[in-house]
């Protein structure tokens, strides 16, 4: 198995530290607004990646936090704290408990959409707010070794001291120039300080350091390290998170620990664009999984038009090309649909094939036409292609399982007639005439459901 690792810009053959068990970090989402479907790549992208290393007969375990403290407007440390921007746009008051509130209930959505896009949850998925203990012994542990200094409105990190600071993203050269996006603060030794404890007055954390936050970076540091020890094997996340983030997670961890490198594989997906401009939430440019299951869309549809790109291809998003998607999708469900009960064996040819081509840095572009090449084999009985699809599918996760099960129940024609009228009532957003329709199908004794394949009628 080869990755693409950010660290050597070059893909190397992956072998975990502990043959035992693969320990991978993910960071996970900053919970002040709904995920969009831009951040969404980077958690199927993850899934994709965890699929992989389980389908090659790894066991795993994978962490993910929940950003819900510390992380401001800017990457670099400056403007406003996101939690709190949330909290103001909401009208609330600004407390600690109406921002993990705020918190709880965006991670909610965020895991409801994972399930829609069939991404399986992580070994574990943590509030950032309850490890703050871990945050303040790892900055105690910078302070004692001499890596940190105090000014009005924080203690910072002094990447002075620290002689390869920024390898992640290319050394000294990319240095100079991701200096200048940052903006001054007069009081830091270098431009390029962070935070590692901010001072807040208000509703900060009233604790040793001082009332505050910690800084968003030493999250990451601090939660991985506390559960996957202080070197583990994958991290990861969107390419905006090189230039910063990762490489202050990397000052922090092996300043704090000494031990180098603190990951062996860093891996990150590009980005999905709108309009040719990053698709992001403080933008405001940027569509929901939910506003794609309005139109009528499966969330799987989104899955699957991710997996025709490679995870380190630019991607720019649009209606056309989901639907275009869409249509495929259906082809192959309606393909494999056609292939009888009868599960056969895997062939073991496609089967090297697909493996050749996933663990080569998750080629899902290739093992997407395989897939195709499978279906339309004419050497093949059917049930042996249902075995090789099933197989695929548990990296590809384009849910052929459920397909089977959606088919076992009869609809009658008259509640079928129903549900066509509410989903094309949905499309033209009539949700008052949808509502209703969905009423009325309920009261016959059916009801409707959004699942990862699309809207579904069930028996009450
Ligand atoms: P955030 O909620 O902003 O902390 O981001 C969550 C994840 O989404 C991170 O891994 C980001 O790097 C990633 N991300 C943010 N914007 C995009 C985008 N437009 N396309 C792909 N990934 C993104
Ligand atoms: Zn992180």
């Not at 709190?84 to 959409?113: H, P, V, W």
């Not at 009233?206 to 094997?233: N, R, T, V, Y």
């Not at 000052?251 to 031990?259: D, I, R």
Request: net charge neutral; aromatic share 10%; charged share 30%.
């Amino acid at each position: 198995m080869q990755f693409y690792n950010t660290l050597t810009r070059k893909k190397e053959i992956f072998l975990p530290i502990n043959p035992k068990e693969v320990r991978m970090y993910s960071c996970g989402p900053t919970v002040y607004d709904y995920a969009h479907i831009g951040n969404l790549r980077a958690y199927v992208f993850t899934d994709i990646l965890c699929r992989t290393l389980r389908y090659d007969g790894l066991k795993l375990k994978q962490i993910m936090n929940i950003t819900d403290v510390g992380h401001l407007t800017s990457d670099a440390d400056s403007g406003e704290d996101k939690m709190t921007k949330g909290l103001l746009r909401e009208g609330k008051e600004l407390t600690l408990k109406n921002m993990r509130e705020l918190a709880e209930f965006y991670a909610e959505s965020f895991k409801k959409d994972l399930h829609l896009l069939n991404v399986k949850m992580p070994s574990g998925m943590y509030f950032a707010s309850d490890y703050i203990k871990e945050d303040v012994d790892l900055i105690k542990r910078l302070e004692e070794k001499g890596y940190t200094y105090k000014i009005s409105d924080g203690i910072y990190f002094d990447i002075s001291k620290m002689p390869d600071y920024g390898i992640l993203r290319g050394g000294i050269a990319k240095r100079e120039e991701s200096k200048n996006r940052i903006a001054e603060n007069p009081e830091k030794k270098n431009p390029e300080d962070f935070v590692l404890w901010k001072f807040d007055d208000k509703i900060g954390f009233d604790l040793e350091l001082g009332k505050g936050f910690p800084g968003w970076h030493i999250e990451c540091s601090a939660m991985s390290m506390h559960f996957l020890g202080e070197q583990f094997d994958i991290h990861t996340g969107g390419i905006d998170h090189i230039s910063i983030h990762h490489t202050n997670e990397i000052a922090q961890s092996e300043c704090a620990t000494g031990k180098k490198p603190s990951v062996r594989f860093w891996m990150h997906n590009e980005h999905v664009d709108f309009g040719g401009v990053k698709m992001a939430k403080s933008d405001r440019n940027f569509f929901k999984l939910g506003s794609i299951v309005e139109k009528g869309i499966a969330p799987l549809a989104y899955r699957f038009w991710l997996l025709m790109a490679h995870y380190r291809t630019k991607m720019n998003f649009n209606y056309s090309a989901l639907e275009g998607a869409e249509t495929a999708l259906k082809r192959l469900y309606g393909l494999y649909l056609g292939l009888g009960n009868d599960i056969g064996h895997v062939h073991k040819e496609y089967q090297n094939k697909f493996k050749e081509y996933i663990e080569d840095d998750l080629d899902t572009p290739r093992a997407l036409t395989l897939l195709w090449d499978v279906v339309k084999d004419e050497n093949m009985s059917d049930k042996d292609k249902k075995a090789t699809i099933l197989d695929f599918d548990k990296v590809l996760g384009l849910g052929f399982e459920n397909i089977k099960e959606a088919k076992r129940i009869s609809i009658p024609e008259n509640i079928l007639k129903l549900a066509n009228e509410r989903e094309q009532a949905r499309k033209d957003k009539d949700f008052k005439k949808s509502d209703k329709l969905r009423d009325k199908i309920n009261s016959m004794g059916y009801d409707i459901k959004d699942t990862p394949q699309g809207s579904k009628i069930l028996k009450n």
